[in-house]
């Protein structure tokens, strides 16, 4: 019974994650839905359909995000947003069609991937483990437990992170493949990342951020396209 009794806050914690992420979730379809319109351009529309043909889909639908931010998205729904700022940066030639094409099929490998159900798990799981660590750490080290529970809980969300990041990777570097677009697209996108989105991440150690660093997602993406010419 004092067993059962111990695990009651890690299933509210799980239950309040479980609802917190649903509304989240709801929360972004409203401000997607409406901020967004479909995505109509000549130019853009070769490129995605030669997407299309590699995943025998008769179209590729991309969503413009109304926002200047520069990124991609991959909605929990399934759909493909580009953000304004991004289809700006196309717009005004600082990237091409197969380039912003890239991304696209980056997002794609999201979806293609459970990653947003993923991620669900996730939040759900890291919030467990936040309480317990809690729980454990505060009775051990008064005052900081608590605030080092919370730093392993963001290290543990960051390497989950990256991981989703080079495995949606993969999926665009086969895509790209496949749709006879290759891979120099998307690896010459990610080399201007930084400057795109006016981001510096200096020498920060890899396992501080959600995402991977440039220079490894390169070498890893080219060691894909390698294996697979062999």
């Not at 505060?138 to 005052?143: A, D, H, K, T, Y």
């Not at 919370?150 to 990041?165: C, G, Q, V």
Request: aromatic share 8%.
């Amino acid at each position: 019974m004092t067993r059962m009794f111990k695990l009651v806050p890690i299933a509210l914690t799980l239950m309040y994650a479980f609802v917190l992420y649903q509304f989240s979730s709801w929360r972004t379809r409203r401000e997607l839905d409406a901020k967004s319109t479909e995505l109509a351009d000549p130019k853009l529309r070769l490129v995605t359909d030669q997407i299309a043909k590699a995943l025998d889909q008769d179209k590729v639908r991309v969503h413009i995000y109304e926002i200047d931010a520069v990124n991609g998205l991959a909605a929990p729904d399934g759909r493909i947003f580009i953000t304004r700022g991004f289809y700006k940066k196309f717009q005004e030639g600082d990237i091409s069609s197969e380039e912003l094409g890239s991304v696209i099929a980056h997002e794609l490998g999201h979806v293609a991937l459970g990653h947003s159900r993923r991620r669900m798990v996730d939040f759900c799981g890291q919030n467990a483990i936040r309480t317990v660590l809690v729980i454990l750490l505060s009775r051990i080290l008064p005052g900081i437990g608590g605030w080092i529970a919370n730093a392993i809980t963001m290290l543990l969300a960051a390497r989950l992170s990256r991981s989703d990041e080079y495995e949606a990777d993969a999926y665009a570097a086969a895509l790209l493949t496949k749709a006879k677009i290759g891979i120099e697209p998307q690896i010459s996108l990610l080399k201007k990342l930084e400057e795109l989105t006016q981001q510096r991440r200096g020498s920060a150690p890899a396992w501080l951020l959600s995402h991977p660093k440039t220079d490894d997602r390169v070498r890893t993406i080219e060691t894909l396209a390698a294996q697979w010419q062999q």
